[in-house]
């Protein structure tokens, strides 16, 4: 039997230039453009962004600060390597966790990746993706215009502006 769910991705975002990318939560689409375009409904309506990006969520290697006792690197002499995005948990609120982005790390594996951010940052946790599966806007100056700069004018109102929406013709039990 055929699943009815698309695919889940985690969605990055870098508010500024100058911020660190932070994971801010996840998506549900058919493939990475369209996660994209998702995302930016989802999480760059009202406040501004320089950049977005995704990667599915199941690319993510997690730890938690218990797994990183028993963390062990695979290096294996004369292994390829690739670049991986590392984040360290930073802070959640309700059911929502974020991770700033520590740094881009050549590595043959997650684990390793994640040995090389402990030697840069603390954090309780740690997500490592391959950089090959991250899709993301580019940071030029037009694609910032036209991805984010519509965000930037609209009007934002607390749901009470909006006043009580009620269903006619329902007698009040």
Known sequence: MWGTEWPRFEVIKQDTQASPPQMVGSVHAADPEHAL?????????RPSAYAL??????????VSQEGLKDLKPSRRE???EEPYWVFAKRSHRRS??????????LAQGPEDAVAQALLQAQGVAFWAVPERLVVG?????EVVESWFAPAKEKTYR???YYGLITAKGVENA
């Open 158 to 160: 607390l749901q009470s």
């Open 137 to 141: 806007t580019e940071p030029t100056e």
């Open 96 to 105: 929502m966790v974020y991770g700033d982005l520590v740094g881009r790390f």
């Open 53 to 62: 990006f995704v990667a599915p969520a199941e690319a993510f290697f997690h």
């Open 78 to 80: 004369g292994g390829s």
């Open 37 to 45: 375009l998702v995302a930016r409904h989802v999480f760059v309506r």
